[in-house]
């Protein structure tokens, strides 16, 4: 094997942000026309057509499979002699949420194995004292449990959080005092619990937080794009939570979410939302109606019946 480049990597573990942040780091620059993905019901002929065919424009083809532990067992073995002689112009990406043995050794052997895993607390708090760092910002282990308090011990959410900190405090050495400051006074409803509560089809809810937020200052429309885009990753679920969780580049609660909301719709539940949303928009764009009235009517026909 040419010391040029490892030829494979496989990424496992359960942390989706870990291993969307692995995978960016791995292809910074493949472009659409060198990068092909495929997810775990792919045909392993299909995986390796992909792995021998040249790029267009020369450089290396980037080959991602995701959900590499839900491949069958006769894919696996045929990953596994692929990589006894891969391709020089080619780089297989395996994205796993589990540990799979003997696709380990073999990427081993020819590339590395990269843990995204979430890991034990302490772990995590490792992982955001670095992300402080390289933010040029220093923070305490208190402040560290008063940032995970905060925000929970996801780290799309606390990477957000550390953004907005280094932001808002520049260089300051983060304390518990800091965080809880900056988070304080925070809207009482968020998006999420407006959002969630259409998705779960308690109009009462909705409405209520629909109505307070607004009072809080949101923007009618910026709640009306949330719950378009909300209602259209609704209508992507397929399957279980672990498999909408990869397919989505999810972290594992919000795809279970998902999941639990979209078992409430039917196929025909949800054309008659976004016919509802769709009928929202033209009201706003046409100003047919005040932004709020609009949303307000869109949210009672969706939420309003099961």
Known sequence: ???????????????????????????????????????????ASSILEALGTPTMLGGLRYVVVRGADELSADSQRE?????????????????????????????????????????????????????ARSRGMKISGDAMGAL???????????SNALDELSIASGKAALTPELVRRHFRGRADVKIF?????????????????LHRLIRQGEAPQALFWTLVRHFRMLLLVDGSASKVGRDLGLPAWRAEKLVKQAALFDRHDLVDAFRA???ADRK?????????LALERAVVSIAGEE
């Open 277 to 279: 949303l769709s009928d």
């Open 1 to 43: 094997m040419s010391s040029r480049h490892s030829y494979a990597y496989l990424i496992v573990g359960d942390d989706p942000y870990l291993a969307g942040d692995a995978l960016e780091k791995l292809v910074p620059d493949a472009d659409q026309l060198s990068t092909v993905e495929f997810g775990p019901g792919s045909p």
């Open 148 to 158: 995970v308090e905060a925000v929970g011990e996801e780290r799309l959410a606390l």
């Open 284 to 292: 706003i764009k046409k100003s047919e109606e005040p932004d709020e």
């Open 79 to 131: 990953l596994i002699e692929y990589l006894e002689d891969p391709s020089p112009d080619a780089v297989l990406v395996l994205i796993a949420a589990k540990p799979v043995a003997k696709l380990s050794s073999a990427t081993k052997k020819v590339g590395r194995v990269i843990e995204a895993a979430r890991g034990r607390r302490n772990e995590l708090f490792g992982w955001v004292k670095e992300e």
């Open 193 to 209: 619990t407006f959002v969630d509560a259409v998705a779960m089809r308690d109009a009462g809810v909705a409405l209520e937080s």
